[in-house]
DNA sequence: GTTCTAGAAC
DNA sequence: GTTCTAGAAC
């Protein structure tokens, strides 16, 4: 768009003369050209060539006109059976509500927004000398970068019948010829236009998680998809989105930034992470195994209940055990409680709770990061009660990752089972494994019934239990180990997984084989398989050039890597040889801090498999590895904020990396560092060049491989706040104290 | 990826 | 005058 002859949406919709459809109620939201456009009314009367107008600015005989007096020249003309035309910077749902409200429940409301580059907008702004408005020069700049810190795209839920996106001279240009060409009774399609609907468009880490509805969620024009989606598909996404985007942060600044939203408060003035609590100890929730569906008795099972807590109480630390029922009524609560109480067992420690076991968190504000299953011995999701409920609970997710661990269980056995990030349980209540546990059966209609044997019985509830409580301890003691920063492997000991529990590949040391067999990386056997291994010794037709190491396939491009650009590629070739650097390998994976960090906490995954040098080379064989280096990220952005609960965590990979070998940034949302220093830094990490691990896990499994955005226009684009989106001239204004969203402008 | 630096922008 | 960007070299 040509900087030098702005748009002015007043000369745009002057030229139109007939704009028909009986009703239309046009509420132009402007953002972006605010000054240039100021707020102007305009009334087509129906089937009349002749146009009335105001400008909100000088309906008052020259003098500003007020939101009263729009309104009721407004309600005015609809009353006649005009169209109305409002051009009004309406920046948030607050101040647009009062308009929308105007046009009742026959009245069709429109919206029109003008969503042009901040930048632009300012640069015109700061130029403009005169002003109906009073704005002028630099001051300018200050209100539309206060505005765009409050602006709130218009959606339909808001009222709104049809929103039509313009990003450009060229949008403007369509929409005024669809509107042109309305005749009396024609009316147009509901819906978004010209952009998706604005909650699927958000992509900020911060804000995903929050599932802010009225978050705002601007996007600049190179980023906008440009396509008409079907309404229904825009929910669709909508709903997923909220979903999925909950799946990029720890849970702790998940519920943290609830809490937040309780309270009412500014996200931009404090972090979301501000309120972890850092001393949340370990927690296993567990059902009452047998009582239900197996028939136990309840008295005996709560004798062993409570025998059985009582003697792990003291092995296990800080860590709290949790007896849950799902009614009030329930019998085995009230005994266990009773006899918890008599014998001083500490409540803090062990207690009952009423409740959902997939809904702890969410529903009962009660943290656990561990939970039981009684299962079946097939591991199978499905029968009943809290088999059924967990399994659907955690989605296909822990079906997959119980499958890895084991193949069935036999009655009084347990196993823990590590739930991979993609599952619900682990975004929205926080659970990091569910052990699956299999006790006694008495009910005859159930596989292994004892016949009311109760002495064998009471012998398999006793090692159920036993065998959950150790398994917990191993995962409490695993996670332990892992927060103080060992390099030794997570796996349970061995002897957790052998007893009772038919593994794929049983004992332990078996299975860790097996995992790494799995996310294969072997360096000789090279990940993507033999074709690159030719390929890279023969010319490129292309180039006539031979591929060496120095000079690969990179995805189905040719990309060249510099000898700087090989550090990462070392360091993963041979991470026993660079301990300084390396914080933990596992997997196959390494984690190291970022050399040049850009935010105060800024970690690498590495995988240390040949052959995968950027997201242009994954593919689904690869699916495994992108969920292993997923989980060590969100393990580490779980470490990190342990120490710092303020922080703020996006997980995610470099559309076209500057580095060899695949790395995932675990990266702070404060980038409150030195070495931030210019605009591809920013936008490397702020625009959609920057792809959520999330995004990439779901695009290659669905997909087949990561989808990669234009590297040229994302990085040169425009800074903008990743909080308020509000656009700065350059970096050190982009990062200074003010004026931005922790400390809007108060000037003006 | 960083560093250096010419020259544009302020 | 200083600040900042952007391109080349590494």
Known sequence: MNEDEPLLVNELFSNVLVIAAALVFLISYLFAVIREVYGSFFFYPVNQTVVEFALQDTIGNGKSGTKGQCLKAAASALKDGKSVFIDRCNLDREQRAEFVKLGGTNIDVHSIVLDLPAKLCISRSVKRTEHEGSLQG????????????????????????????????????????????????????????????????????????????????????????????????????????????????????????????????????????????????????????????????????????????????????????????????????????????????????????????????????????????????????????????????????????????????????????????????????????????????????????????????????????????????????????????????????????????????????????????????????????????????????????????????CGSMTKSWGSWAQGLYRIAMNPERHKDVVLETSDNVAVLNDLYPKAKRHLLVLTCCEGLDCLADVRKEHLHLLRTMHDMGMLWAQKLLQEDGSLIFRLGYHSVPSMRQLHLHVISQDFDSKHLKNKKHWNSFNTAFFRDSVDVIEDVSSHGKATLRDEESLLSMELRCHRCRSAHPNIPRLKSPLPTCRAPSTSV
């Not at 309120?275 to 370990?282: C, G, K, Q, T, Y």
């Not at 064998?456 to 036993?466: I, S």
């Not at 927060?483 to 997570?490: A, I, K, R, V, Y």
């Not at 997984?497 to 794929?504: A, H, I, L, M, P």
């Open 138 to 553: 630099g001051k300018a700049a200050a209100v539309v970068n206060r505005m765009l810190q409050k602006k709130e795209l218009p959606k339909v839920s808001e009222g709104f019948a049809r929103i039509t996106f313009c990003q450009n001279e060229s949008d403007v240009q369509t929409c005024l010829n669809i509107y042109s060409a309305l005749g009396p009774l024609d009316t147009l399609p509901n819906g978004y236009f010209g952009q998706k609907n604005p909650d699927a468009k958000i992509q900020l880490g911060i804000m995903k998680f929050l599932k802010k509805a009225e978050v705002p969620a601007t996007n600049s024009p190179s980023d906008v998809n440009s396509s008409q989606p079907s309404l229904s598909s825009q929910i669709a996404e909508e709903n997923y989105s909220s979903y999925r985007h909950s799946e990029n942060v720890t849970p702790s600044t998940q519920s943290a930034a609830k809490e937040e939203l309780k309270e009412g408060e500014d996200l931009a003035v404090h972090s979301a992470g501000s309120h972890v609590s850092s001393n949340d100890a370990p927690t296993l929730a567990f059902p009452s195994i047998s009582t239900s569906d197996f028939q136990f008795n309840h008295e005996k099972a709560s004798d062993i209940i409570v025998d059985k807590v009582q003697e792990f109480l003291n092995k296990l630390g800080n860590a709290r055990l949790v007896l849950v029922d799902l009614s009030h009524g329930s019998k085995i609560l009230s005994l266990v409680k009773e006899k918890a109480a008599q014998k001083h067992i500490n409540s803090k420690k062990f207690f009952t709770h009423v409740g959902d076991i997939t809904r702890l968190y969410s529903e009962g504000g009660l943290r656990c990061n561990v939970i039981a299953n009684a299962a079946n011995w097939r591991l199978k999701p499905g029968g009943g009660g809290v088999n059924a409920a967990i399994f659907k609970a955690a989605g296909p997710a822990l079906e997959v990752a119980t499958k890895e661990q084991a193949q069935m269980l036999h009655p009084g056995n347990a196993v823990a089972v590590p739930l991979p990030s993609t599952s619900p349980l682990f975004s929205r209540e926080g659970i990091t494994h569910v052990i699956h546990v299999l006790g006694p059966n008495m009910n005859p209609q159930r596989p292994n019934c004892l016949h009311n044997d109760y002495i064998t019985g009471c012998e398999v509830l006793r090692n159920a239990y036993t065998s959950l409580f150790q398994e917990f301890a191993s995962v409490v003691k695993n996670q332990a180990k892992f927060s103080e920063g060992s390099d030794e492997n997570l796996l349970p000991n061995s002897s957790d997984y052998t007893k009772g529990v038919e593994t794929k590949h049983s004992p332990n040391s078996d299975q860790k084989s097996k995992r790494e067999d799995e996310h294969n990386c072997d360096r000789s056997k090279k990940c993507k398989g033999s074709q690159d291994e030719v390929e890279a010794n023969i010319p490129d037709s292309r180039t006539g050039k031979k591929h060496t190491n120095d000079d690969k396939i």
